[in-house]
């Protein structure tokens, strides 16, 4: 949990301007910490999707920005996205598998 405690606060950071206005999409893992560890999008957030409703608060604070979230097959970031859905955020795009995410975002996987 101090991984996801670093890389939240890292991104978070990188995501905002100085005045707090939205700069970028924020991609969303929701898959557990040990799936992660075995490989993740570059640029990814780590909020498994049964801790993303106080998770995403630190991460996205504006319910409007863009969030693609993923995980291994669709049904979790399913899940999540419902889930913030109830919670108020708008934009939300589930790109199903990992191998996807990283094909419709151009982005690598790494471990």
Same mark, same amino acid.
């Given at each position: 949990?101090?991984?996801? &405690?670093? %890389? #939240? ?5 990188? &995501?905002?301007a100085?005045?707090?206005k939205n700069?970028a999409? %924020?991609v969303?893992? %929701? +898959?557990?910490? &040990?799936?992660? /560890?075995?490989?993740? #999008? *570059?640029?990814? %957030? ?6 993303? @409703? @106080? ?8 319910? *409007?920005? *863009?969030?693609? #979230?993923?995980c +291994?097959?669709?049904r +979790?970031?399913g899940?999540?996205?419902?889930? #913030? ?8 795009? /589930?790109?199903?598998?990992l191998? /996807? ?9 790494v471990?």
């Open positions: 949990m101090v991984v996801l &405690a670093i %890389v #939240l606060g890292v991104f978070a950071a990188a &995501a905002f100085a005045d707090g700069v999409a %924020v969303i893992d %929701v +898959r557990t910490e &040990a799936e992660w /560890n075995e490989g993740h #999008l *570059k640029g990814a %957030v780590l909020i498994p999707y049964d801790k993303i @409703e @106080e998770g995403i608060k630190t991460v996205v604070p504006d319910k *409007k920005t *863009k969030i693609y #979230l993923h +291994r097959s669709g +979790r970031s899940l999540a996205i419902e889930t #913030l859905k109830k919670a108020g955020y708008q934009d939300l795009i /589930n790109l199903d598998t191998e /996807n995410a990283a094909k419709v975002l151009q982005k690598p996987i471990k």
